[in-house]
């Protein structure tokens, strides 16, 4: 299979969709939930439902929020304790106004840095989740490995985020929709501060096929539950180590 040498952002672009995310903070989670069509959540309920337990520590990677441990508490447990991991500060100080659990138990930490570096022991994590944010990697060959490198053995890579769909008439279709009509709705939701998301459409540009994804993670993960959505336009994705 012809793999891209470079598959990510790199640096140059990863900083302009960072400062991109900076600047749509408080419009984020609506606009999120109009692109993909009120399916956001649905597809995070997916891919934690049956790969979370309790007790399990976990890396919420990418975290922004929290809403994919949100999803995990709302769904399957607050015994859990959560490490939210994310380069905007902005969005990390966000994750206690965002998940308010009342009195139930529930342990997290917060803290900031990159995929390609990421600040933890090896063997450390019973789950990892990605929810929207490994394709914003900057080199996703070393993010998955960093990502596999923290995980314990047995442990599940969670990742739920946008497809790029192998047949050639549904990428198209999906690239149609990411390049111009997603422009419009964020717009009509958001408004003025809708339009910044359309930095999207580059993000996917860079992304691999779900085919190819699939393939870099097979050679660091023993198993891959690979469900594809919205005719490929969505994945969600269950790697074990």
């Known amino acids: 299979m012809d793999i891209l040498k470079h598959s990510g952002l790199g640096k140059l ?32 309920k997916q891919g ?9 520590v ?3 990677a990418g975290s922004g929020y929290g809403n994919m441990s949100k999803t995990v508490m709302e769904n399957v447990s607050t015994d859990v304790t959560v490490f939210f991991y994310d380069p905007i500060y902005e969005m990390l100080n966000k994750v206690k106004d965002k ?15 990159v995929f390609e570096s990421i600040p933890f022991k090896s063997n450390t994590f019973d789950a990892i989740l990605c929810g929207y944010s490994l394709r914003d990697a900057m080199d996703l060959h070393i993010a998955i490995q960093e990502l596999n490198r923290v995980l314990k053995k047995g442990g599940k890579l969670v990742i739920v985020d ?7 008439v549904c990428r198209l279709l999906v690239s149609i929709y990411l390049k111009y009509f997603l422009s419009i709705l964020a717009f009509m939701v958001a408004g003025k501060r809708g339009i910044p998301f359309r930095t999207l459409y580059g993000t996917y540009l860079r992304w691999p096929k779900n085919q190819e994804l699939n ?3 097979s050679k660091w993960f023993s198993k891959i539950e690979f469900k594809k959505k919205l005719m490929g336009g969505a994945i969600v994705v269950v790697a074990y180590k």
């Open 162 to 168: 946008l497809g790029k769909p192998d047949n050639v």
């Open 58 to 60: 976990i890396l919420d």
């Open 215 to 217: 393939f870099m993670l």
């Open 48 to 56: 934690v439902i049956k790969s979370i337990m309790p007790g399990n």
């Open 99 to 113: 998940i308010s659990m009342g009195d139930k138990p529930f342990s997290f930490f917060l803290c900031s840095g």
């Open 13 to 44: 672009y990863w900083r302009e969709v960072i400062d991109v995310l900076k600047n749509i903070i408080p419009v984020y989670d609506k606009v999120n939930s109009v692109i993909s069509l009120g399916k956001d959540n649905d597809f995070r």
